[in-house]
């Protein structure tokens, strides 16, 4: 999967109520992908308080968010631009998640 040849920058905001509640996490760095909104928010089970455990730790976090880039789910997406270019258009996707990436390696 081509994002993870990315350098995306995410953020961890850590509530008093965490390990209890999960962290809010986003994405600093522009993202092109079905399941982040364009605001840099996740659209990921764990990350909700409902699916969230204690258990989890910040590596758990980070690993879920890497298997979403690599595998995107669909079903639920954030940015419907993007859901419907992987399912109908890989090439064109492709392409503007190849754009991102590139901005990834020179932006701060």
């Known amino acids: 999967m081509i ?11 850590f509530s008093e109520d965490y390990p209890n ?3 809010k996490v986003r994405f600093v760095s522009r993202m092109f ?4 909104y ?3 928010r996740i659209c990921l ?4 308080n409902q699916d969230w455990s204690p258990v989890y730790d ?14 995107p789910n669909t079903d639920t997406s954030a940015n419907s631009e993007a859901a419907r270019m992987y ?10 998640v190849r ?3 590139e901005e990834s390696w020179t932006s701060d």
Do not use: M, W
């Open 58 to 71: 910040v590596g758990a976090i980070l690993i879920s968010i890497q298997s979403l880039l690599c595998d």
């Open 33 to 36: 992908h079905p399941n982040i």
């Open 99 to 101: 754009d991102v990436v």
């Open 87 to 96: 399912s109908e258009s890989k090439r064109e996707y492709d392409r503007r």
């Open 21 to 23: 509640k999960p962290p």
């Open 45 to 48: 089970d764990i990350l909700q």
């Open 3 to 13: 994002l993870l040849l990315g350098t995306f920058k995410l953020s961890l905001q």
């Open 38 to 40: 364009a605001d840099g």
